[in-house]
């Protein structure tokens, strides 16, 4: 007789038992074995990116495989926000996403619209042939799929910033992240997270979201900027990733066993 499964709790889950903002980091290095090891490392959730780094659907299935069993969260950001993208994450197992670069609430609601099935949206059924539905061993996947999956936008443009209000209010839509990189950059500022104009339009993103009983994220590595926008009120935050983790623990290594040459030090994460 095949097992019946229970589905995990997803992002939305941890998010309502929390009495704290929850802390996560990224994962962009593409690998099982890494993502595990973050796993362990005791924080709340792991992001797996798909946007900015060499992941496909193969490495990102590896990667929820390895860190299942641990005590994390995992979140998968698609590169983009389309449908057939979207179906295809949720098949693997992906139980929250994270969709970048949605401008307007018309896109939240395409979001939505791709991760729910009809009549309610236009997700592609195959749960006999996916793993999200373990192949048919979870009861009533079809029914309750929506219950199981929490969808989360990207506000990462001036346009998202001037529709936040919309964005939020979008039904279906289970919290929003703020992404300070790019919307540095449709600012006109290119690479200064922290400048002031940047600042304040996330600070104005988390009071839209909070005022509309909507849970809010942000990225922010600086501890300085983290430790401002966790009393801004945000409901979780990325600290980290595993490659600039790594990227700048080497270079200390070489910084204390390399004689110095003439190259400046980093400026980035």
């Keep these: 007789m095949p097992l019946r499964i229970k589905p995990a709790p997803s992002f939305k889950d941890a998010l309502a038992a929390a009495d704290r903002p929850l802390a996560g980091m990224w994962v962009c290095s ?11 490392a005791g924080l709340d959730w792991l992001l797996v990116d798909a946007e900015h780094s060499p992941n496909g659907l193969e490495s990102i299935l590896a990667q929820l495989q390895a860190v299942n069993g641990y005590p994390v969260t995992a979140v998968v950001r698609p590169p983009v926000n389309d449908a057939v993208v979207i179906k295809q994450y949720l098949d693997l197992g992906a139980q929250s996403l994270l969709i970048p670069m949605v401008h307007t609430a018309d ?3 395409a979001a939505v619209a791709a991760a729910r099935y ?3 949206g236009v997700r592609g059924v195959g749960s006999a042939l996916a793993r ?3 192949w048919n061993r979870i009861p009533d996947y079809l029914a309750t799929a929506a219950e199981t999956i929490t969808l989360m936008v990207q506000i990462e443009s001036t346009q998202a910033v001037e529709n936040a209000a919309g964005i ?7 919290a929003v992240f703020i ?3 790019d919307l540095a950059a449709s600012m006109g500022v290119l690479g200064q997270q922290e400048h002031p104009d940047v600042v304040a339009a996330v600070e104005h993103c988390i009071k839209v979201a909070k005022a509309a009983g909507k849970p809010v994220g942000v990225n922010a590595f600086a501890q300085e900027t983290a430790r401002r926008y966790l009393d801004a009120g945000v409901d979780f935050i990325l600290v980290g990733a595993d490659v600039a983790l790594l990227a700048r623990g080497s270079e200390a290594l070489a910084n204390t066993y390399v004689p110095a040459s003439d190259a400046g030090p980093t400026t980035s994460y």
């Design 179 to 181: 992404g300070p990189s």
């Design 107 to 109: 896109d939240a609601a």
């Design 168 to 174: 939020v209010a979008a039904d279906g839509i289970d």
């Design 132 to 134: 999200s539905a373990r």
């Design 30 to 40: 593409g690998s099982p074995l890494v993502a595990e090891i973050c796993a362990g």
């Design 118 to 120: 009809p009549p309610h």
